[in-house]
């Protein structure tokens, strides 16, 4: 080879080595560009009758997946005020709610969003007035009925109230379950109710573990659902619906009581049937825009024999175990979204709310903004 082809040679290796060592930087650049400050908060849970993304566990499978997504993660978990301040003091970015309250000793629960609206910081999920649509199943009830859309029939029920089955505003099969547990809690085959005395002994029951009235409702006979819906930065939905197959039970019920849940023994399904399908996520839509959810939720829903849709319940800080809970397997079954992916898409209008140049509480997605709609 003559010596002006190796100079040549040289020259463009020497190029091509400095082309790609000033991509790599503009590569760098960007990266840390789009590095976010994130928090992540929660809290010892097995004290919370509340549900959240779930253990430690589920919540260190979301900081992992963060930090994937290259942004600067910390987990916090709170069991007092001073571990919040510490949090707003570091001024993130964004702060992932895992739970929606941290309880205090001989104090009032301190809601997250609240805590967060009022120092002016950037969080995911619903303002404290749409959670309590998650809280209180019919407080959701009431307000969805209210926008037409379906809901089994209900009333309330303390002990002692109704003494003959005539009293009772219709009649069984009754499912009875509590206003405001999560996760199966209080449910089992004795919520399916068909004669007066198992009714009084369920209600007694379910108000002495809750002290709460009972929420009885109309038995739904039919197939289950449940539709996993994240909010796009455009305000487009994007919307999983699974069907849950839940065990048969000794007693030949098919109930997603708390032992259901515990012993994962529940399948997932994709629905084939495009009519279903679309049934199912039309009402699931409805009921996220109705209720002012903001950024994601999923909401639960159930048939009955001629195979029309009812809202059931809307969880809006969804469990986020990997491998096992509703929210990430319904995306991964309905959309083919893995886990890191899920996580992506749950935290898009969280950021770009960071990323904008309005404070927080004046962005359109603000949770103030929303409550005062
Ligand atoms: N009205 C009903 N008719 C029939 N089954 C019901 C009814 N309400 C609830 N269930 C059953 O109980 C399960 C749990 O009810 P849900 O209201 O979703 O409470 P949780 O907050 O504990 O998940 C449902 O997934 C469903 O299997
Ligand atoms: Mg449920």
Redesign the pocket.
């Known amino acids: 080879m003559d010596f002006s082809l190796r100079i040549t040679l040289f020259s463009k290796s020497l190029l091509v080595s400095i082309y790609q060592a000033f991509a790599f930087q503009l590569i760098l650049l960007f990266v840390s560009e789009n590095k976010m400050h994130i928090e992540i908060i929660t809290t010892p849970n097995e004290a919370l009758k509340e549900?959240g993304f779930g253990s430690l566990k589920a919540c260190n499978s979301v900081l992992h997946a963060i930090q994937r997504l290259g942004h600067d993660v910390k987990l916090n978990v709170c069991e007092n005020r001073a571990c919040l301040d510490e949090v707003v003091k570091r001024k993130p970015e964004l702060v992932i709610l895992a739970v929606k309250y941290i309880a205090l000793e001989n104090e009032d629960d301190i809601w997250l969003s609240d805590y967060l609206s009022q120092h002016k910081v950037n969080f995911t999920g619903s303002s404290r007035e749409v959670l309590k649509f998650d809280s209180n199943?019919v407080k959701a009830k009431i307000h969805l009925s209210n926008k037409g859309i379906k809901t089994?029939r209900y009333f309330i029920a303390t002990p002692g109230q109704y003494n003959k089955e005539r009293e009772l505003p219709f009649t069984f099969p009754l499912?009875l379950?509590p206003l405001d547990?999560?996760?199966?809690?209080?449910?089992d085959d004795l919520?399916?109710v068909t004669r007066f005395e198992n009714f009084e002994s369920k209600v007694t029951s379910l108000y002495e573990s809750f002290n709460q009235p009972v929420l009885v409702?109309?038995?739904?006979?039919g197939r289950?659902f449940t539709v996993a819906v994240i909010k796009k930065n455009n305000n487009e939905l994007i919307l999983s619906a699974v069907e849950?197959i839940?065990p048969t039970s000794t007693n030949g019920l098919?109930?997603?009581?708390?032992q259901a849940k515990k012993d994962d023994s529940e399948t997932m399904v994709t629905i084939n049937d495009h009519e279903i399908k679309n049934r199912v996520t039309t009402l699931a839509a409805a009921a996220f825009n109705s209720l002012g959810v903001r950024d994601f939720g999923r909401i639960?829903i159930?048939t009955n024999k001629s195979g029309e849709c009812f809202f059931?319940?809307a969880?809006l800080v969804p469990g986020m175990t990997h491998g096992s809970s509703y929210f990430p397997q319904a995306c991964k079954i309905a959309n083919g979204f893995d886990y890191d992916k899920v996580v992506e898409l749950l935290l898009a209008c969280g950021m770009a709310r960071a990323s904008s140049t309005m404070p927080p509480n004046l962005h359109p997605d603000s949770d103030d903004t929303i409550v005062a709609l």
Request: net charge negative.
């Open positions: 549900s199943k089994a499912f379950k547990a999560a996760n199966g809690n209080g449910i919520s399916y409702e109309e038995y739904l006979d289950e849950i839940p098919k109930i997603l009581g708390a639960d159930k059931m319940e969880n």
